[in-house]
C-alpha cells in the first residue's frame, strides 16, 4: 500500500516537469516570432502616428514644442513592451530639438523605422516624424 503512494508521487512530478518545460519552450517560441513580426511592429506604429495626427494634434504638439506631451502620448498608443525613438524634423531636414526622443535604447535589436509627414494647421509648416520600434526583450 505505501509503495503505491511513492509511484504517484513520482508520476505527479514527472507530470510537473514536463508542463513547466512544455511552458518554457512555447515562451521562446513566442519571443522569437515577434523578431520575425517587424511588419506588425511597422503597423502599429503608423497606426499610433494615424491616431495622434487625427485631429491634428501631433502638428501641434510638434509647433509648440512640447516633447514631452507628444512623447508620453506615443507611450500611451502603442502597446507595452516596445521601446521607441522619435526624431522630428523639419521641411529643410534639418532636427528641430536637440536630442530625439528616446525610451530605452533600440539599438542592437531588430528595428522598425516608420517616417510619417506631418502639417501643422496653424502655420502649414511641415514635418517628417522618424519613429523607431523595437520589441522587447
Known amino acids: ?5 511513492g509511484q504517484i508521487r513520482v508520476l505527479e512530478s ?19 516570432a515577434y523578431d520575425e513580426g517587424l511588419d506588425d511592429l511597422y ?16 502638428g501641434y504638439l510638434i509647433e509648440k514644442g512640447m516633447w514631452s ?17 522619435i526624431t522630428v524634423y523639419d ?8 536630442s530625439p526622443i528616446i525610451v530605452n535604447s533600440v539599438m542592437g535589436r531588430n528595428v522598425v523605422s516608420i517616417e510619417y ?13 522618424k519613429l523607431q520600434l523595437a520589441w522587447v526583450r
Open 1 to 5: 500500500m505505501l509503495n503505491s503512494r
Open 14 to 32: 514527472i507530470l510537473a516537469v514536463t508542463i513547466i518545460f512544455s511552458a518554457l519552450l512555447l515562451t521562446n517560441f513566442r519571443y522569437e
Open 43 to 58: 503597423y502599429i506604429g503608423l497606426n499610433a502616428l494615424s491616431e495622434l495626427d487625427k485631429h491634428g494634434e501631433l
Open 69 to 85: 506631451d507628444l512623447s508620453k502620448r506615443i507611450q500611451l498608443l502603442l502597446p507595452f513592451g516596445i521601446f521607441y525613438n
Open 91 to 98: 521641411e529643410n531636414g534639418q532636427r528641430i530639438h536637440a
Open 117 to 129: 509627414l506631418v502639417v501643422s494647421r496653424e502655420n502649414r509648416h511641415f514635418y517628417v516624424i
